[in-house]
Every structure is written in C-alpha cells, then in structure tokens.
C-alpha cells in the first residue's frame, strides 16, 4: 500500500505564530504559556465573549469550544480550564467529565447534524501534531461518508457547509432542549 500524507495547510498560520511577538520564548517550553496567548486560557478570562469565542459549554473543570480551523463541520474541542500540557496532570475528576463531555459533544452533534461518525483525539507536543502543546484538548471530529472531496484533493482546499456562528446557535439550541452537558 502506497504511504499517503495528511496535509492542513490552513493550520500553518497559526502554527508559524506561535514562536513570534513579545512572548516567543515561551514556545520553546510548552508553548503557548497561560499569560502568552493561549486561546483556551483567554476564554476561560472572558465568559462575556463566548459566543465570538465560540463558547459552547462552560463547566467546573473544562471548555467546550468549536474549533477556529475546523477539520470538518462541528469539530469541537474539550479542554480542562487548568492550563496543563499532558493526561498524566489531569486529576480523575477532570478525567472523567472530559470522558463524559466528549460522549455528550457527540450527542448534541449527532442531534444537531447528523454525522455518520466521529473521530475523537488529541495531540501531544509538537512533533505529535499539537497547535497548542501547553494546554491540553480533546478533538471532537463529525464524519460523513464521503466526506473527503474534490477540493480538498485538487486544490487543498475544505469546504465547510456551515457558518461557525450558526452551528454555535443551532448546537446551544440542541443542549438547551437536551439540558446538555447532563453531567
């Protein structure tokens, strides 16, 4: 079987980002630090913007946040509020209601669009893929059969069918009819 590569080309902005401005030196730790733009840690600061953050859920231990640059339609994240890099710092609490957020993003994307699948991972460091190393997250990906197509093979270019901000309404819509995180 012939090796394949997964391309993201839309990530790069963001990845080439984080080693430049007044705090570059953190990112040669676990980059972003908490004070030196990490996107989770700034909504965690400001409940008032949730919705332009694209804020889904707030709880006790963690965030529910639409992705930015999604994979796909839907492509939630889940992130403790603590700012920690690895699952080896994550207390059993926090374990657990990570577990259940990803079972209930599930549901209230699967009420909301309809997915036929879902990926569920999470990145650790850089070499393994992470945008964020510094503060861990759990990837929430909706799947469709077929859902790869033309234009991301000829001109890596994904098409997402729907507007961040609508699928933010429709999803608070589904939780709040479902009383969703039923933690």
């Not at 902005?13 to 004070?35: R, V």
């Not at 994979?71 to 374990?95: C, F, K, M, Q, T």
Request: charged share 20%; glycine share 8%; with cysteine.
């Amino acid at each position: 079987m012939e090796r394949k590569n997964l391309w993201a080309p839309w990530r790069i902005g963001y990845i080439q980002g984080l080693g430049t401005g007044p705090n570059a030196a953190d990112d040669n730790k676990i980059a972003p630090s908490e004070d030196s733009g990490c996107f989770i840690c700034h909504n965690l600061k400001h409940p008032e913007d949730d919705d332009k953050n694209l804020v889904l859920w707030r709880t006790d231990n963690h965030l529910a946040i639409l992705n930015r640059y999604p994979y796909n339609n839907g492509h939630l994240l889940i992130a403790p509020v603590r700012h920690i890099p690895d699952l080896s710092d994550v207390s059993d609490e926090e374990l657990l209601e990570m577990t259940k957020l990803i079972r209930e993003s599930q549901r209230a994307l699967s009420l909301a669009i309809k997915p036929h699948g879902f990926n569920v991972g999470m990145n650790f460091g850089r070499c393994g893929g992470a945008g964020l190393p510094g503060h861990l997250h759990v990837h929430v990906v909706p799947r469709w059969d077929g859902d790869t197509n033309f234009m991301h093979v000829c001109s890596d270019t994904d098409v997402i069918s729907q507007s961040l901000t609508e699928l933010l309404g429709l999803l608070k819509q589904v939780s709040k009819e479902q009383n969703l995180p039923a933690l």
